[in-house]
């Protein structure tokens, strides 16, 4: 270092992201934020954007797994993905989505499958869809200890039985029953409830009742905070956009044209460039050309 250079001080580390702490940031009235992250890469991304939570969402069977919907996905593959995000992440909280037929069928089934994500990939907590039943499962996974996000509104484990991926709580009836499901999960234990697809009006008029953070994707802006799909939000994924997403870059455009350039380079032989190889003294390339004439 010279004479009037100072060392720069490294960034200050951010407290991990707590259940107290994200309490704390809807009584205060501060946005939560929320991303999905299925790799090492995704998690870096996060963590370096300071996300308060980043979820291993069940969408990671479609964004990255290449499945044609979340329900195929088994526990084993999304534990996979969520012990790469762990090892990618401190700050954030990690939440782990509980999969398509790994916790409905008994209070035991949910437990142990929560265990899972928490033992073996490392989650701080687990998310589960849907009210009715699950709220019940969201209770006893709860009393074994480990935290619950709940999920109402467009929950698509389910879809096919909702009438596809579309808007829920659109009459005042079907309001209510997303309602029900929030107060439920509520009631069970839940620390935050993620709504999915549903009017910005049944949003509003429902957040007074809900002590909870509320995280909302295609909910309006009357939430405690926002969850996006990182594939979507990117700009990564070549699939079908829903109507709430909004894109904040075209990474998949970039990803293509760097390919591009590359295979353009081999072609033509413009890479590699002596820069990118590796070199061998003269006398010692002599004297494997002699060993190479003697073979
Ligand atoms: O799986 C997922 O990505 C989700 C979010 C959309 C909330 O459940």
New binding site residues.
């Given amino acids: 270092m010279s004479a009037g250079t100072r060392a720069t001080a490294p960034p200050a580390k951010r407290p991990a992201i707590t259940l107290s702490k994200l309490a704390e940031k809807k009584a205060l009235g501060e946005p939560i934020v929320?991303v999905?992250a299925y790799d090492y890469p995704s998690a870096q991304v996060a963590e370096a954007a300071g996300v308060d939570v980043a979820?291993v969402?069940?969408?990671?069977?479609m964004?990255v797994l290449g499945y044609p919907s979340?329900v195929p996905v088994s526990i084993d593959e999304m534990l996979m993905l969520a012990g790469a995000v762990r090892r990618g992440l401190s700050t954030p909280l990690l939440v782990g989505?509980l999969p398509f037929g790994s916790y409905e069928v008994s209070n035991e089934q949910a437990v142990a499958t929560a265990q899972r994500f928490v033992k073996e990939a490392g989650c701080d907590a687990v998310?589960l869809?849907r009210g009715g039943v699950v709220a019940e499962r969201a209770a006893a996974i709860v009393a074994a200890g480990i935290p619950v996000m709940g999920?109402v509104g467009l929950t698509?484990q389910t879809a096919t039985a909702l009438g596809g991926y579309r808007s829920q709580g659109r009459t005042a009836d079907r309001a209510m029953q997303v309602v029900e499901d929030a107060l439920a999960l509520q009631e069970a234990g839940c620390f935050a409830i993620?709504f999915?697809a549903v009017p910005s009006e049944l949003t509003e008029a429902v957040m007074p009742r809900i002590e909870i953070p509320v995280?909302g994707?295609g909910a309006g802006p009357s939430t405690d905070g926002q969850?996006?799909?990182f594939h979507d939000l990117l700009g990564i994924y070549d699939g079908h956009a829903a109507r709430f997403v909004k894109r904040y870059g075209s990474i998949r455009e970039a990803m293509i044209k760097g390919v591009e350039a590359y295979a353009a380079d081999v072609r033509d032989r413009h890479y590699p460039a002596p820069e990118h190889g590796y070199t061998m003294a003269p006398d010692e390339v002599a004297r494997l050309k002699e060993l190479l004439a003697e073979h």
Avoid: F, Q, R
């Avoid at 969402?57 to 069977?61: E, K, L, N, Q, Y």
């Fill in positions: 929320m999905t979820l969402g069940d969408s990671g069977a964004t979340t989505d998310k869809e999920h698509p993620v999915e995280i994707i969850v996006l799909v």
